[in-house]
C-alpha cells in the first residue's frame, strides 16, 4: 500500500474509532516508523491518543515500549496521560506520572498543566482531596524548577473560584486565594487573558465583591 494511503487509513481510523486492539496500533505504529519521510509528529500523537483510552490495559507503555525499537518519550507519555485525563482516569493519570518520573523521563509544562487542569475541572473538583491535590502538584512543579505558565495559574484560580461555589469555602476564602493567584501572575511577569478575566471576575460577582471585580 502507498504511504498516503496507509497514513489516510491511520487517520480516519483513528478519528472514527476504527482502531479495534492494541495490536492493530502498535502494528500501524511500526509501519508508520517503517516510512520515509516519516509521518509528522501530529499523526503518531494521534495514534497514541487513541491508545490512550482506557479500554485497553493500564499497561499499556510498558507493552508499547517493549515492542518498540523507539524509547518511550516525554511526548508520548504527556500524550498517554492527556487521554486518562480527558477520559476522568485521573488515578492512572497520576500513577503513570509518578511512573515516568521513575523511569527517568522529566515532565515538562504541559505534563503538570494537563493534570492540574482535570484536578480542578467542575467533573472532580468535588472529589475527596481534589484542593489539596491541585496544590501539591502545583508546588511539586515550582520544586522541580518548572515555570507556570498562564494555563497553569488559569486552571488554580477556576478551582479556587469553583470550590467557593460548591461551598462557600469558608465565606470567601478561596476567592482570596485566587486573587493571590492572579497577583502571582503578575510577579511572574505573564500577562492574564480574557480567561483569567472572565474566571475571577464571575468568582467575585458570586460572592458579591462587585468592587474587587471592577479593580482587576
Known amino acids: 500500500m502507498r504511504a498516503d494511503m496507509f497514513m489516510d487509513e491511520v487517520r480516519y481510523k483513528c478519528k472514527t474509532g476504527g482502531l479495534r486492539n492494541l495490536d492493530q496500533a502498535l502494528s500501524w505504529f511500526h509501519g508508520m516508523i517503517r516510512l520515509r519521510p516519516l509521518p509528522l509528529a501530529a499523526d503518531f500523537a494521534l495514534l497514541l491518543g487513541v491508545i490512550a483510552r482506557p479500554l485497553w490495559p493500564s499497561g499499556l507503555l510498558e507493552k508499547w515500549e517493549g515492542r518498540s525499537s523507539s524509547r518511550v518519550n516525554v511526548v508520548t507519555y504527556n500524550t498517554v496521560v492527556m487521554g486518562l485525563c480527558k477520559e476522568g482516569q485521573l488515578a492512572e493519570a497520576f500513577k503513570l506520572f509518578k511512573k515516568m518520573m521513575d523511569k527517568g523521563v522529566e515532565p515538562t509544562v504541559v505534563t503538570y498543566d494537563t493534570l492540574i487542569h482535570a484536578v480542578c475541572s467542575a467533573e472532580h473538583w468535588e472529589e475527596d482531596g481534589m484542593l489539596s491535590e491541585a496544590e501539591s502538584t502545583f508546588d511539586a512543579m515550582i ?74
Not at 498562564?150 to 469553583?162: D, E, K, P, Q
Not at 510577579?187 to 475571577?200: R, S
Open 143 to 216: 520544586q522541580r524548577g518548572i515555570e507556570p505558565d498562564v494555563v497553569t495559574y488559569n486552571s488554580l484560580i477556576a478551582g479556587y473560584c469553583l470550590q467557593n461555589q460548591m461551598d462557600g469555602y469558608c465565606k470567601g476564602k478561596a476567592m482570596d486565594k485566587a486573587g493571590i493567584i492572579y497577583r502571582d501572575m503578575f510577579q511572574k511577569g505573564l500577562t492574564p487573558d480574557h480567561v483569567t478575566y472572565n474566571i475571577i471576575i464571575g468568582g467575585f460577582c458570586q460572592i458579591g465583591k462587585m468592587q474587587a471585580a471592577e479593580e482587576l
